[in-house]
C-alpha cells in the first residue's frame, strides 16, 4: 500500500519553543492530509485539513496561529506547533487518501509523532 | 447520538479464538468502510477497506457491511497474541478528499 511517512517520531521540547512535524508521501501525490491528535487512550481527534498551495482548513477550537499548517507540494504538509505548552503534550498523527481510479480510496497513516513539552 | 458508535472494550480472549469487533454508525451517506489496526504509541494501519455492503476476507481477517443496519463487523479468526492492538472503525462519503470519520476504537489484547 501506499507510504505516508512522518517525522520525527518522537520529540521533546522546552516550554514556549516550537517543534515542526513532517509528513509526507512516500510514493503518491496528496493534494489533501489531514491532521490528527490523540490522547491516551483515546480515538483519533482531526485538528485539520491541509491543502496543497491554500490555506489549511482548521476544526472547531483548535488554533490556527498555535498549529500552523503548510502544504507547500504535493508530498509535504508540515505542521508546526508554536510556543508550545505542556497541555500540547500528544501523539500527533498525519495521514493521506490515495485517489484511484473507480470506486477505490484508502487512507494511510504516519507513524505518528509523540511529543513532549517541559 | 455520535456519528460511529465503537464499543471500546477492553476485550480479552484466548489464542485462537475468533473475535467479533462492530461498529454502528448514524449517517446513512456512508459508502466507504476501513478498519485499522494500531499497536500503542504507533500510527493506525489499514487493515480492510470495504465500498458500499458486502462481505471482503483477507487472511484471517474478514470484513462485514450491513448497510441496511447500519453496521460494520471485522472477524479474527485463530487469534494470535500479535494481533492485541486497538481496533479502528472508519467511515467516509465520498471518495474525495475528506477526512474519515472514527470510532472510538476497541482495546484487544489475546492472551496466549
Known amino acids: 500500500g501506499a507510504v505516508v511517512s512522518q517525522h520525527p517520531s518522537r520529540v521533546i521540547c522546552k516550554s514556549g519553543t516550537s517543534v515542526k512535524i513532517e509528513c509526507r508521501s512516500l510514493?503518491?501525490?496528496?493534494?489533501?492530509m489531514f491532521w490528527y491528535r490523540q490522547f491516551p487512550k483515546q480515538s483519533l481527534m482531526l485538528m485539520a485539513t491541509?491543502?496543497?498551495?491554500?490555506?489549511?482548513?482548521?476544526e472547531q477550537g483548535v488554533e490556527k496561529d498555535k498549529f500552523l499548517i503548510n502544504h507547500a507540494s504535493l508530498t509535504l504538509s508540515t505542521l508546526t506547533v508554536t510556543s508550545a505548552h505542556p497541555e500540547d503534550s500528544s501523539f500527533y498523527i498525519c495521514?493521506?487518501?490515495?485517489?484511484?481510479?473507480?470506486?477505490?480510496?484508502?487512507?494511510?497513516f504516519g507513524q505518528g509523532t509523540r511529543l513532549t513539552v517541559v | 447520538q455520535k456519528e460511529v458508535e465503537q464499543d471500546p472494550g477492553p476485550l480479552s480472549v484466548p489464542e485462537g479464538a475468533i473475535v467479533s469487533l462492530n461498529c454502528t454508525y448514524s449517517?446513512?451517506?456512508?459508502?466507504?468502510f476501513m478498519w485499522y489496526r494500531q499497536y500503542s504509541r504507533k500510527g493506525p494501519e489499514l487493515l480492510m477497506y470495504?465500498?458500499?455492503?458486502g462481505n471482503k476476507e483477507d487472511g484471517r481477517f474478514t470484513a462485514q457491511v450491513d448497510k441496511s443496519s447500519k453496521y460494520i463487523s471485522l472477524f479474527i479468526r485463530d487469534s494470535q497474541p500479535s494481533d492485541s492492538a486497538t481496533y479502528l472503525c472508519?467511515?467516509?462519503?465520498?471518495?474525495?478528499?475528506?477526512?474519515?470519520?472514527f470510532g472510538k476504537g476497541t482495546r484487544l489484547s489475546v492472551i496466549a
Open positions: 495521514s493521506a487518501r490515495v485517489i484511484g481510479q473507480g470506486v477505490n480510496t484508502e487512507a494511510f
Open positions: 510514493d503518491f501525490q496528496a493534494t489533501t
Open positions: 491541509s491543502n496543497e498551495g491554500s490555506k489549511a482548513t482548521y
Open positions: 449517517n446513512s451517506a456512508f459508502q466507504y
Open positions: 470495504t465500498y458500499s455492503s
Open positions: 472508519a467511515m467516509s462519503p465520498t471518495a474525495g478528499n475528506t477526512p474519515l470519520v
